[in-house]
Nanobody, 115 residues
Framework: QVQLVESGGDLVQPGGSLRLSCAAS????????MGWYRQAPGKARELVAS???????NYADSVKGRFAISRDIAKNTVYLQMNSLKPEDTAVYYC?????????WGQGTQVTVSS
């Protein structure tokens, strides 16, 4: 079993920045992939960014050039740096991990972009 704990969500003005963190209870070096998803009210959950182990990082078109996924192996933590935030980025952001074909989700962290 793997626990994922997200943090960093907040209320921010348009154009602002936030950094989300996802702390894993297991070494992320052994993961097949880590990623961030988001779900806005009334909408389906969607991929924001994914980081396959040894693979190519993938971003949703809507966040390319503004968001960046990264990881700190020593801290077993994955980050999502979000810049130039827009109101349409408002959503609950979830961390997802794939460990040998078993998927785990965090509880989510709320990001609200509003003036």
């Amino acid at each position: 079993q793997v626990q994922l704990v997200e943090s960093g969500g907040d209320l921010v003005q348009p154009g602002g920045s936030l950094r989300l963190s996802c702390a894993a209870s297991r070494s992320i070096v052994s993961s097949n992939a880590m990623g961030w998803y988001r779900q806005a009210p009334g909408k389906a959950r969607e991929l924001v960014a994914s980081m396959p182990s040894g693979g190519i990082i993938n971003y949703a078109d809507s966040v390319k050039g503004r968001f960046a996924i990264s990881r700190d192996i020593a801290k077993n933590t994955v980050y999502l740096q979000m810049n130039s935030l827009k109101p349409e980025d408002t959503a609950v952001y979830y961390c997802k991990a794939n460990f040998r074909g078993t998927y785990y989700w965090g509880q989510g962290t709320q990001v609200t972009v509003s003036s």
